[in-house]
């Protein structure tokens, strides 16, 4: 009795530290802020392809230029499938682009939910397409010698892989003699390493979808990450930065800080961008403080200003 009244005491005579509210969590963009709002169009269509999905918007800056007109390959996310996104989901920071004088290559693929996707599909659509920027730079006055690709969510990964194509074996069906020439890459809260995506539960495009993407192996492609999952392929020889969101919600921070981490131990100079009060919306909403560090990053590529 004397011990339960003694820990009573103490417990009424002990302070109680007074606690400090929380901080508000940031308010989010969500899809339909985007989606809902004035879709810009582009200025002409290219088909590589007979499939719906095998077309490439093109994006040109008004107004006359010297020269030629400075050029992104620009990939769409959406987890690699079709139902989620297309690649107008890019329409309004492509025509922020545009408006800055950068034109704007915006690809689309078959993706793993429709006939032809997964692999090889899906990865040879995206080389074809950006291919096709070679085949079109005169028609559309497009500079060549210097180009960038930008990728959001699996286009990030996508955009990555583009720049590694140069690194796949010859063995690989989707090698190709003389792919585009990717010389810096700008990931937006992207997806990189497949096999790490693959046993992430916490990624918003859940675990199954990388199976469908890599296919299943067979005897002549026995390893299906090998000319897929982009650190494989480091070092890419190419500049990365990664622009991510510390509250995205869809693509887990861990992923931009441990691709980054592979990077600069192959060599090659990958940079984190940290955009605090930020989810996977902002990287391409045009208002954001987000997106303005991509496009800063886009600009000083091509020597020019905001």
């Given amino acids: 009795m004397i011990r339960l009244a003694f820990l009573a005491l103490a417990a009424m005579s002990t302070p109680v530290m007074a606690q400090t509210p929380a901080p508000p969590a940031p308010k989010l ?28 918007d093109v994006w040109l800056p008004k107004g006359k230029t010297r020269g030629r ?11 690699w499938t079709t139902s989620i996104a297309d690649r107008s989901l ?7 682009l545009r ?18 996707g997964g692999y090889p599909g899906t990865f040879a659509d995206a080389a074809k397409a950006a291919d096709q920027l070679t085949v079109n730079a005169k028609r559309f006055n497009l500079d060549t010698r210097r180009i960038l690709s930008i990728g959001h969510s699996a286009g990030g990964h996508l955009a990555l892989w583009l720049a590694a194509r140069p690194k796949l074996p010859t063995s690989s069906p989707l090698y190709t003699a003389h792919p585009l020439r990717i010389h810096h890459v700008v990931s937006l809260g992207g997806l990189p390493d497949l096999e790490a995506t693959a046993i992430n539960a916490n990624n918003g ?9 890599v296919g299943a192996p067979t005897p002549q492609h026995p390893d299906v990450y090998a000319d897929t999952s982009v650190p ?24 931009a800080t441990a691709y980054v981490a592979k990077a600069t131990a192959a060599g090659d100079t990958a940079t984190l961008h940290a955009m605090p009060a930020t989810g996977h919306v902002e990287l391409i909403a045009p208002e954001t403080p987000a997106w303005a560090e991509a496009k800063r990053l886009i600009l000083s590529y091509f020597g020019k200003t905001q």
Wanted: with cysteine.
């Fill in 205 to 213: 495009c859940g675990t199954e979808v990388v199976a469908k993407l």
């Fill in 99 to 116: 408006n800055t004088g950068v034109a704007v290559w915006n690809i689309d693929y078959r993706g793993v939910d429709r006939a032809g």
């Fill in 90 to 96: 890019m329409n309004w920071i492509a025509d922020d």
């Fill in 69 to 79: 007109f400075p050029v992104v390959v620009m990939i769409h996310g959406g987890c």
């Fill in 29 to 56: 963009l969500t899809w339909p802020d985007l989606t809902k709002r004035h879709k810009p169009m582009p200025d002409a269509t290219v088909d590589y392809g007979t499939d719906q999905m095998q077309k490439v």
């Fill in 232 to 255: 494989r392929l480091l070092p890419l020889g190419v500049k990365q930065d990664l622009v991510n969101g510390r509250e995205d919600r869809i693509i887990p921070f861990v992923m």
